[in-house]
Antibody, heavy 121, light 107 residues
């Protein structure tokens, strides 16, 4: 059974960089069959796709966040990470790491439990 | 970006009811449409992929249909555990987008 677990600070100051790591167990980030994704959800609101990475390192980002987002993968640790720079209160959200199938339909079939990140001074 | 619009935004129904939720894309997305269920405080769960394919382990009372711009998620006979928020998601574009969600409440 694949499991994903987010980790990182729950509080980030405005203008600083949000950094989260997702540790994958029961599966491998080196699998060619999946995209490793980040999705967020502001409190009481809907889902927003942030981006994904393939094991080779190729990435695809939400155009509205692209200038501030970096997603990387560490195959040796079976982890992938998110960095979001210059954060504001609008970046306060539950951040999910997830696995999307690389079959064109990109259904997200496994999710982490989510971690709330609050942007506040 | 492709905009995904769900209707209704909220819906009240009773156990045993047949319920349909609609998702409309701002342009044709072929069958690149997935549906998710989210319960409060939990991560979303994949129900339907490729517009009409049932994800493994999902009860057969859930079904999806449509192609192009108009899609539906149908629950044939509502069960107590089905009261949740439902989201559609398109993956036709490299910029993946979700609908705003439909909240299904108990009448």
């Amino acid at each position: 059974q694949v499991q994903l677990q987010e980790s990182g600070p729950g509080l980030v100051k405005p203008s600083e960089t949000l950094s989260l790591t997702c540790t994958v167990s029961g599966g491998s980030v080196s699998s060619g069959s999946y995209y490793w994704s980040w999705i967020r959800q502001p409190p009481g609101k809907g889902l927003e796709w942030i981006g994904y990475i393939y094991y080779s390192g190729s990435t695809n980002y939400n155009p509205s966040l692209k200038s501030r987002v970096t997603i990387s993968v560490d195959t040796s640790k079976n982890q992938f990470s998110l960095k979001l720079s210059s954060v504001t209160a609008a970046d306060t959200a539950v951040y999910y790491c997830a696995r999307a199938r690389r079959d064109g339909y990109n259904g997200v079939d496994y999710w982490g439990q989510g971690t709330l990140v609050t942007v506040s001074s | 970006d492709i905009q995904m619009t769900q209707s209704p935004s909220s819906l009240s129904a009773s156990v045993g009811d047949r319920v349909t939720i609609t998702c409309r894309a701002s342009q044709s997305i072929s069958s690149y449409l997935n549906w998710y269920q989210q319960k409060p405080g939990k991560a979303p769960k994949l129900l339907i992929y490729a517009a009409s394919s049932l994800q493994s382990g999902v009860p057969s009372r859930f079904s999806g249909s449509g192609s192009g711009t108009d899609f539906t998620l149908t629950i044939s006979s509502l069960q107590p555990e089905d009261f949740a928020t439902y989201y559609c998601q398109q993956s036709y574009s490299t910029s993946i987008t979700f609908g705003q969600g439909t909240r299904l409440e108990i009448k």
